[in-house]
């Protein structure tokens, strides 16, 4: 079952702009997360952000959580063409067992 | 230290056989978890192990199962495979129990299972 849904589905834009990507979920969380996928990988870990936070910054990455919305985003500043890959959000919520619950994800293409 | 390796990386069966898929988490982690993503159902939690212990599990049929050795490593099978068992099956491994709020994983490169 998949709690996060992600818009858009798809995002292509040029190099240097910044890259928007959001998540809403259904249930309440304790964090939400973010991971990358190069073309079919493994996930690789970006940013986690617990249910008490609001805003986190790691390097071009800044994320905001909106817990009375249920909502979450994704920005990347200064993009570069090997950003291109799927984002994913996934939430944890200790009443789901606490497993990770992940979105369908965004593909973002950044062209040189 | 080294990530988290699965092996094998491509695998080719036939529907009815069974499958046994392996991970070895990063030294150190005792938490295992599995996934199976699909371009239908995306990514969706099978189940969690930590310290030989099942903690956590998906809504999949019993002919998934898995189990952990003493040495943290995991192992994912499946019998009588199915056409829409096809998939990229991901591990992922965490310190402590992933489910707790710490709660970050770090993903092996998945085997990709072809059920033909």
């Known amino acids: 079952s998949q709690q996060g849904e992600e818009d858009p589905q798809a995002l292509s834009i040029q190099e240097g702009e910044n890259a928007t990507m959001n998540c809403s979920y259904k249930t309440s969380i304790n964090n939400l997360q973010w991971y990358r996928q190069n073309s079919g990988r493994g996930l690789v870990h970006l940013i986690l952000?617990?249910?008490?936070?609001r805003e986190k910054h790691s390097g071009r990455l800044r994320v905001t959580l909106d817990t009375s919305k249920k909502s979450s985003s994704l920005l990347i500043t200064a993009s570069r063409a090997a950003d291109t890959a799927s984002y994913f959000c996934a939430t944890v919520s200790y009443n789901q067992g606490g497993k990770l619950i992940f979105g369908q994800g965004t593909e973002l293409s950044v062209k040189p | 230290k080294a990530g988290v390796t699965q092996t094998p990386r491509y695998l080719i069966k036939t529907r009815g056989q069974q499958v046994t898929l392996s991970c070895s988490p990063i030294s150190g982690h005792r938490s295992v978890s599995w996934y199976q993503q699909t371009p239908g159902q995306g990514l969706q939690f099978l189940f969690e192990?930590?310290?030989?212990?099942?903690?956590n599990k998906g809504n999949f049929p019993g002919r998934f199962s898995g189990r952990q050795f003493s040495n943290s490593r995991s192992e994912m099978n499946v019998s009588t495979l199915e056409l829409g068992d096809s998939a990229l099956y991901l591990c992922a491994s965490s310190l402590g129990w992933a489910s707790g709020n710490s709660g970050t994983q770090y993903f092996g490169p998945g085997t990709r299972l072809t059920v033909l």
């Open positions: 192990y930590f310290s030989e212990t099942q903690r």
């Open positions: 952000i617990r249910s008490n936070e």
